[in-house]
């Protein structure tokens, strides 16, 4: 991508759009062009970060306001920074739930590289209540 398109043209809406459509529109567009939904095309992974480094910019108020203002330049000619996979990813944890990536969304269940899987802190569902939780640890350690 020699000369960057308009952010708001990558993502197909108006520069009065709001978040709800901005965000509506990028999940679209992730959707549309993933690279395990199009292993065939080369140019999917390309339009897939390009809608990724459009959608960081116009839904950070900051950065869409100097986008706007100064385009491409007021935001260090380089646009967003989401170059690699790893960056992309970390952004869908708004917008389709968890903790970014498409595990839950795609069914991929196993972690990216480097990333850790916690446990959550309380998985019982027994009914201990605040009251009790004080004596509750002296009757189970005896």
């Not at 978040?19 to 939904?37: E, F, L, N, Q, T």
Request: glycine share 14%; aromatic share 12%; net charge positive.
């Amino acid at each position: 991508m020699a000369t960057k398109r308009d952010y708001y043209e990558v993502l197909g809406i108006a520069k009065n759009a709001e978040g709800d459509v901005i965000k509506s529109a990028y999940r679209k567009m992730a959707i549309k062009y993933h690279p395990d939904k199009n292993p065939d095309d080369p140019s999917a992974e390309d339009k897939f970060k390009e809608a990724a480094e459009a959608y960081e910019v116009l839904s950070d108020a900051d950065k869409r306001a100097r986008y706007d203002r100064f385009g491409h330049q007021g935001l260090g000619g380089g646009g967003g920074h989401a170059q690699n996979m790893e960056d992309i990813f970390s952004q869908f944890g708004d917008i389709f739930g968890g903790g970014g990536g498409f595990e839950g969304f795609f069914g991929a269940g196993a972690a990216r590289a480097g990333a850790s899987r916690r446990a959550p802190i309380c998985a019982s569902s027994s009914s201990l209540t605040w009251r009790k939780l004080p004596t509750a640890w002296r009757r189970k350690s005896r």
